[in-house]
């Protein structure tokens, strides 16, 4: 976690160089291609945890999630379909790992861990002034896991008569795709007719599939969570340059 770090006091001095520095921009058409840079911060809300009691034999429940933070960096292509409305991709990695394979998450249920990457591709609407422009986006796309927690395969074991058998999991990690959508607001400053700085600020809905995980007792070795979804609170910053 991060809890110190200050999103708009990074981008706040960028801002300000660009604003004192600007030459006078003419009113000319709007370059067709945009390439750009990111600072990106996510503030995701986990999904619920499986919760096997280490105490209480055969306990198991959901428990909310917390809210993680992670600053990130990122890239970004635009094209220009006309002034008003562009067609757009954006990438983000955010490289601190959020799974560290402890007791504790074995009996929290593994949530999605790993590192965290994102791509979304969409469009960006609104309107441009002599240095300014103002946006809407609407971006589906996805958000991705280095660490998923996975079943692999199921085996039964068998009891003696009457009993039936139990079905016991094969677990393993590996990388994981969710279905996102990115919904927020844009501002640009145009430093010139080549040059400009971006703001995002906007919501990654993120759709987690069902999770299954492995259970506290042979009755119960294989217990999942349905699928949820979880809203996330999304703030870039960057600069780009169009030709």
Excluded: C, W
């Amino acid at each position: 976690m991060m809890s110190d770090f200050d999103p708009f006091r990074t981008a706040l001095p960028i801002f300000i160089l660009l604003l004192v520095s600007s030459p006078a921009l003419a009113q000319q058409a709007v370059p067709r291609f945009e390439v750009g840079a990111q600072f990106s911060l996510l503030s995701r809300n986990r999904p619920s945890m499986l919760v096997i009691h280490p105490v209480v034999p055969g306990f198991i429940g959901f428990a909310p999630a917390d809210k993680r933070t992670e600053p990130g960096f990122g890239g970004r292509f635009t094209y220009n379909l006309t002034k008003s409305i562009a067609f757009e991709a954006e990438g983000n990695l955010f490289p601190k790992s959020e799974f560290d394979g402890s007791a504790a998450s074995e009996l929290m249920g593994r949530e999605p861990g790993g590192r965290v990457f994102q791509g979304q591709f969409g469009v960006k609407a609104g309107k441009r002034f002599r240095r300014f422009g103002i946006f809407g986006k609407a971006r589906p796309g996805f958000v991705g896991f280095t660490k998923v927690t996975k079943l692999l395969s199921t085996s039964n074991i068998n009891n003696p008569a009457p009993s039936p058998p139990f079905t016991v999991g094969r677990f393993g990690n590996a990388r994981e795709l969710y279905f996102s959508t990115d919904f927020g607001a844009v501002v640009e400053y145009y430093h010139s007719r080549r040059i400009f700085a971006r703001f995002d600020l906007g919501d990654t809905i993120i759709h987690y599939r069902s999770f299954a995980g492995s259970g506290a007792s042979l009755s119960r070795a294989i217990i999942v969570r349905p699928p949820e979804t979880k809203h996330s609170l999304q703030f870039s910053a960057g600069v780009g340059f169009r030709f």
